[in-house]
């Protein structure tokens, strides 16, 4: 089984070009399921119910997020009715929608895990708690595990990672919009990469315009963000996987993935 891990989908122009090109792109690199993190894929950062539902359609099977994912207030029905689509587990309990999903892909069940860092974030729960909450609650009603961690620093991506290394199949972190070289399968057989970067304008910063943010961090004035909408390039990871007669997970590999 391949499963493809998408970073962050920034504006509605990234969307559009998903639309286009995401179903070919599993169709010629057989892959079976796909995870994107889709919090700043509406104009303003957030995300739509719209935008949320296109992405689904355009071959998305679960969508994860982050920290901006409370900024479209229509969202929050959608993310308490959809079950492909979450938010970081470790939200307090009365935020809306759900912090983790069990979908089926081909007669698996797959869960996919959010949770977002606190290092240089909101300060939400313990992480590594909340991820543990979620494996003793669901044990054994799931074949392959996803974690996507939302976060800043790098080296709290990794803490969770080698934390739940073989306890989890695929975790991927996310945030940065910068992609990085590790990735890898850990020494007790998750495959992992501390980011997957980002789907967006690839010449832009974070997905805005250079000029604007170079003008913010020169002048430390406020400024107005505006979406660069210019060669959008997809950013992410392809998991390799095998699962075996007896459901043991086996990660084959890792490769970064442009497109
Ligand atoms: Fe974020």
């Not at 969202?75 to 959809?82: A, P």
């Not at 939200?91 to 081909?106: L, R």
């Not at 007669?107 to 590594?128: A, D, R």
């Not at 990469?193 to 020169?218: A, F, H, Q, W, Y």
Request: negative net charge.
């Amino acid at each position: 089984m391949k499963i493809l891990a998408l970073g962050d989908i920034v504006g509605p122009k990234s969307v559009e070009e998903l639309g286009k090109k995401l179903w070919n792109y599993r169709k010629e690199n057989k892959i079976d399921f796909v995870v994107a993190n889709g919090e700043n894929a509406s104009r303003g950062n957030g995300l739509d119910p719209d935008s949320a539902q296109n992405i689904l359609d355009y071959g998305v099977d679960v969508i994860t997020s982050g920290n901006h994912i409370w900024q479209k207030n229509a969202l929050r029905d959608f993310l308490d009715s959809n079950k492909n689509i979450v938010r970081p587990v470790n939200f307090p309990s009365t935020s809306a929608g759900n912090g983790y999903t069990v979908v089926d892909c081909m007669g698996y069940k797959i869960l996919v895990i959010n949770v977002s860092g606190t290092i240089y974030m909101e300060s939400l729960s313990c992480p590594f708690e909340a991820v543990e909450r979620v494996l003793e609650k669901e044990n054994g009603r799931y074949d392959i595990s996803i974690l996507d961690v939302h976060a800043e620093a790098t080296s709290e991506k990794y803490a969770l990672a080698r934390c739940f290394d073989g306890k989890i199949n695929v975790i991927f972190g996310t945030h940065t919009h910068v992609p990085t070289a590790d990735n890898q399968v850990l020494p007790g057989g998750t495959g992992y990469i501390t980011d997957l970067g980002m789907c967006g304008p690839k010449n832009s910063i974070l997905g805005v315009k250079s000029e604007i943010i170079i003008e913010k961090l020169r002048t430390k004035m406020p400024v107005r963000f505006e979406f660069d909408d210019e060669n959008i390039v997809f950013s992410g990871a392809v998991f390799d996987i095998d699962v075996d007669n007896f459901g043991k997970v086996t990660v084959n590999s890792v490769k970064r993935a442009e497109f």
